[in-house]
């Protein structure tokens, strides 16, 4: 047996102490984010006296400098203690801003305020307090799937937890233009987390800039899943994470290969926020500037609504909705918003398939034209894409033609034969799940409104769960008896329900 000599001795002792630090260090930048939000969530909230308004200045230099201290001594440490280049690399970016935020603020106070007053503001410091809040939240939250709770239990604690704070956030004064009561504010949140639509208050009216920014972070949060976010976010800046953790999430994101959980959720964070960017900007384009007060006026009411068209949630900062005298006559912006319903409806698992297909299939074409060696993996769209994409189609055009020919002399009166086919098409995609109308609601005859009922029960695709959804189960309950699953033979301790035959192929 190999004796330790002094100088093995001194390196372990010098290793438990940077792991201690390093613990102490966490824990440290933990509860000051967890300060830091609230103390904006205060500062947002509620109108100040001008002493209260120094010490909040005051609180957010020494929390800027503290939080410095402690992310240097993680960044002396993160190199040897934690795995993951691209969690090195995000806490490298997130110190080089805290670091752009500190000489703005201390260093070139003076001058920015006469030549870039907007630099020094209070947002840049908002900014980087979240940032930091949802990292370290986020890293906490895998520790949850220790816990022994079901993952559908959790999923559906996570959306009841951010109910509770969404309503916390809206009863804020300064959400509001004249208060709001309690069930009210309960409601509104629970309506924008689950992306249902409802409202029992006039969200344009009621409801501040501060309260509509709310909205949208509650249904962009709720669209995205708590957990599916969170997830993402601690996976990615813990740098490595354990085969537990991979296991609870698999459920949340609809995938069955572990090693590719990660990347999935990137794929699920980068398509929406790319979607909704690409989605806000031809909003931005097809916009009258004369209805708006200025370009950032504009720029809000593009984003708002491309983020509540992709997550299916049908909320409006505008009285009427998309009937408001403004925006009934204007086609494009109604087409745009029709798109993004439409891929926001079909779920992801979809939008994976069909880029994996384009991909492969340019791949092998790349590969034929400039005579390359090797194959390339084929991949087919598999039978959930093919029976969704094939049903959204017949439900697009079957709900374009009732509506077309049921309220040819009604709400389509007045409008010019391009603005009956775009209004008759926008009632077929809004009424399966997002709620946005470009009519009198009240107005439509008695067959539209039962064909209404039907779209709403067939409703969306699957997202990211693994349950067979009404729009699967709708052709699925006109099939012949061979096609659905042996009554008592159904269900299998592995997956949980047996395949079901269906055009050639096997639904999940």
Not at 224 to 247: D, E, H
Not at 454 to 482: D, H, K, N, Y
Request: with cysteine; charged share 15%; hydrophobic share 50%.
């Amino acid at each position: 047996m190999k004796l330790k000599t002094g100088s093995d001795r001194f390196g372990e002792r010098l290793t438990y102490l940077k792991r201690t630090v390093f613990k102490y260090v966490n824990s440290t930048l933990l509860w000051l984010s967890i300060l830091n939000f609230t103390v904006i969530i205060f500062d947002f909230g509620f109108d100040h006296s001008q002493p209260v308004k120094n010490a909040l200045e005051f609180f957010y230099s020494a929390s800027l400098v503290t939080g410095f201290i402690c992310l240097s001594l993680r960044l002396l440490l993160l190199p040897r203690l934690s795995e993951g280049r691209a969690a090195r690399f995000a806490e490298y970016a997130v110190f080089g801003f805290q670091i752009v935020v500190i000489i703005s603020r201390f260093v070139l106070r003076g001058w920015l305020a006469d030549n870039a007053p907007y630099v020094r503001s209070l947002f840049f410091i908002y900014l980087l307090f979240i940032i930091v809040f949802f990292i370290e939240l986020s890293k906490v939250s895998l520790s949850f799937y220790r816990i022994k709770f079901s993952p559908a239990l959790l999923y559906v604690g996570s959306f009841l937890v951010l109910m509770a704070f969404g309503t916390g956030l809206l009863l804020l004064p300064k959400a509001t233009v004249n208060g709001i009561s309690y069930i009210d504010a309960f409601f509104t949140a629970t309506s924008a987390v689950c992306v249902t639509g409802l409202i029992v208050v006039d969200t344009a009216t009621h409801f501040t800039t501060t309260g509509k920014l709310i909205i949208l972070l509650l249904i962009q949060i709720g669209g995205l899943g708590v957990m599916t976010l969170t997830s993402f976010l601690g996976f990615f800046f813990q740098g490595a994470y354990s085969y537990q953790n991979q296991i609870f999430i698999k459920d949340f994101i609809n995938e069955d290969k572990i090693g590719q959980i990660f990347r999935t959720l990137f794929k699920i964070i980068f398509i929406t926020l790319g979607i909704e960017a690409v989605g806000a900007l031809f909003i931005y384009l097809t916009l009258d500037p004369r209805v708006f007060a200025d370009s950032i006026d504009r720029v809000q009411f593009a984003v708002f609504h491309s983020v509540s068209a992709f997550c299916n949630a049908g909320f409006s900062t505008l009285t009427d909705g998309l009937y408001d005298p403004l925006f009934r006559e204007n086609y494009s912006f109604q087409l745009v918003i029709a798109l993004l319903i439409i891929l926001g409806g079909i779920g992801f698992p979809v939008i994976f398939n069909y880029y994996q297909y384009y991909k492969s299939y340019l791949g092998r074409k790349r590969r034929k034209i400039l005579h390359l060696k090797g194959d390339t993996d084929v991949v087919a769209l598999n039978v959930n894409t093919r029976l969704i994409l094939i049903t959204t189609f017949v439900l697009l055009v079957l709900g374009t033609a009732l509506f077309y020919i049921s309220e040819q002399g009604n709400v389509l009166a007045d409008r010019s034969l391009y603005g009956q086919f775009v209004t008759s098409f926008f009632g077929s995609v809004s009424p399966r799940t997002a709620g946005f109308n470009t009519f009198d609601m009240t107005a439509l005859s008695t067959p539209t409104i039962l064909f209404y009922l039907l779209f709403m029960w067939i409703g969306a695709s699957p997202g990211s769960t693994e349950a067979v959804s009404r729009r699967q189960l709708s052709p699925l309950a006109f099939s012949t008896p061979s096609a659905l699953p042996d009554q008592r033979t159904g269900w299998n301790f592995s997956g949980g329900k047996s395949p079901v035959n269906r055009s050639g192929g096997l639904l999940p």
